[in-house]
Nanobody, 122 residues
Framework: QVQLVESGGGLVQAGGSLRLSCAAS????????MGWFRQAPGKAREFVAR????????YYADSVKGRFTISRDNAKNTVYLQMNSLKPEDTAIYYC???????????????WGQGTQVTVSS
């Protein structure tokens, strides 16, 4: 069982930065692939980034590549999403998720946080 709690969302102007954190409970955190997803009003949940248990393999959606960076600290049971050069279209609720198998489909993730709102003003 893994419980996830996101933090770090907020309101920022276009071009600004935010750093999201996701704190996980459970002693097996390091064995999970961790992902970030987002969902804007009226839109489907979409993949943002994921990171393997080792922290070496990272994958990003094309829409955020070069602007967002995912990282993890297994000693702290925490995964991060550094978001730079934010755009209004990045506005969404951001969710942290954990998966035994990984991938970019949200259905592959067994555990989810409650989400944190990110709003980017133009």
């Amino acid at each position: 069982q893994v419980q996830l709690v996101e933090s770090g969302g907020g309101l920022v102007q276009a071009g600004g930065s935010l750093r999201l954190s996701c704190a996980a409970s459970g002693r097996t955190f390091s064995s999970y692939v961790m992902g970030w997803f987002r969902q804007a009003p009226g839109k489907a949940r979409e993949f943002v980034a994921r990171i393997a248990w080792s922290g070496v393999s990272k994958y990003y959606a094309d829409s955020v590549k070069g602007r967002f960076t995912i990282s993890r600290d297994n000693a702290k049971n925490t995964v991060y999403l550094q978001m730079n050069s934010l755009k209004p279209e990045d506005t969404a609720i951001y969710y942290c998720a954990a998966s035994r198998s990984g991938g970019s489909r949200w259905t592959m993730y067994e555990y989810w946080g409650q989400g944190t709102q990110v709003t980017v003003s133009s």
